[in-house]
């Protein structure tokens, strides 16, 4: 970007979200001043160790849990690993079934298919409906003797269909099973508090909650027991080896703060600039297929198929406007999203997505311009211009 140029419209929060100002402002000291290691016994070690739980405190209120309940991760992927490999080789004794849906984020598909390819796991791959949902009863009815751990995401990242954790907790209970939700792209855009949810462990990320990237958390109900991924010595409890990260931990502890006092207030400014978005796209282009549950979707994501054209040549003509077509894992591709097609796309249909997400300082000035730019590529495109 040249300076003194007009920076595009972000429209693509659900990738990764800015770090917040006051994110910056509450780390720095602990880059600049409060260097010292959380394990040492003198007073710079006391000021880092005593950052460290707060921040740890700061993301438990956010998740209605205790602090002890909080493990400081690298990430997402990190706290996905921790939570599902941790579970299936600590409990390899009682059963060797994990049950999954078809449209998980890779870093959950893929460290099942690890568990499946290298160890042995029997994983099943619970289809969606039309909606993204998955089917409790069917859930429930793939449950075996064998079954240790579920693991589905509480959102999609891609439609941002909000999936039935809270029915799943209580059919995890009946039959005795963990349950693991990746709530990455949940947490700070609608209520999650794991009593709530019933689940065991959760997975939730700094960079989706407007901290750095680098930095996660993992809930993990008290007397769940996991292996863990690293060793070495006793930090976090024994749970994670390695010198804490105290500035990223400062970071997101605030983040989790900033999130549950704007909670309410965020919710329904995103509701309507969604509402605005899209009809302001209907009445240039005509009527789009929206992607994703009606109601249980999601308050910032837009999730949209728009006929007779591809979602990343749209991308190619819109520099003003920094969108995707998916998950930024797999943006660029060329071909339909996977999530799209287990949902009963049509092929053809689902190359035309565009997934639209909007955050804390999305304005409607930059939702009519969005709207003017994507709507003027799409119809050249049509129009063979």
């Known amino acids: ?60 209120a956010l998740l209605g849990c205790a602090p002890d309940e909080v493990l400081f991760t690298s990430g997402d992927s990190e706290s996905d690993n921790q939570a599902i490999k941790g579970i299936a080789f600590a409990q390899r004794e009682h059963g060797n079934h994990l049950i999954t849906s078809q449209i998980e984020h890779p870093a959950v598909l893929n460290t099942c298919r690890y568990l499946e390819m290298r160890h042995g796991f029997r994983v099943t791959y619970l289809p969606v409906d039309k909606h993204g949902l998955v089917n409790p009863a069917r859930l429930e009815a793939a449950i075996t003797p064998q079954t240790i751990l579920i693991t589905l995401m509480h959102a999609n990242n891609e439609v941002g269909t909000l999936e039935p954790i809270a029915e799943i907790g209580q059919i995890a209970r009946r039959h005795g099973i963990a349950l693991h939700t990746d709530a990455a792209q949940t947490v700070g855009k ?49 749970r994670r080896a390695g010198t804490e990260n105290v500035p990223y931990a400062v970071a997101l502890g605030t983040a989790s703060a900033l999130a549950e006092a704007q909670l309410a207030s965020q919710k329904e400014r995103w509701l309507a600039l969604r509402e605005r978005l899209l009809n302001g796209l209907v009445a240039r282009v005509g009527l789009v297929q929206v992607n994703g549950h009606s109601e249980r979707r999601l308050p910032n994501t837009l999730n949209i198929c728009v006929p007779g054209v591809v979602g990343e040549e749209v991308l190619a003509r819109t520099p003003e406007v920094a969108t995707s077509t998916g998950m930024a894992c797999h943006a660029g591709l060329m071909e339909p999203s996977s999530v799209l097609l287990a949902m009963g796309i049509e092929p053809t249909l689902a190359l035309g997505a565009l997934r639209l997400s909007l955050g804390r300082w999305t304005t409607a000035e930059e939702i009519e311009r969005a709207v003017e730019v994507l709507s003027a590529a799409i ?6 211009v």
């Open 1 to 60: 970007m040249n300076p003194g140029t007009t920076p595009p419209i972000y429209l693509d929060y659900n990738a990764t979200k800015p770090v917040d100002p006051a994110v910056v402002a509450a780390m720095l000291p602990y880059l600049e001043q409060h260097f010292g290691n959380p394990s040492s016994s003198h007073t710079y070690g006391h000021a880092a160790k005593e950052a460290h739980e707060h921040a740890r405190a700061q993301v438990a």
């Open 190 to 238: 609608v209520p999650v508090q794991v009593d709530d949810l019933g689940v065991d462990l959760l997975t939730m990320v700094g960079h989706k909650l407007y901290a750095p990237k680098g930095v996660g958390a993992l809930y993990i109900r008290r007397g769940t027991v996991l292996d863990p991924l690293m060793h070495g010595a006793g930090h976090e409890g024994g």
């Open 379 to 384: 119809l050249a495109l049509r129009q063979g």
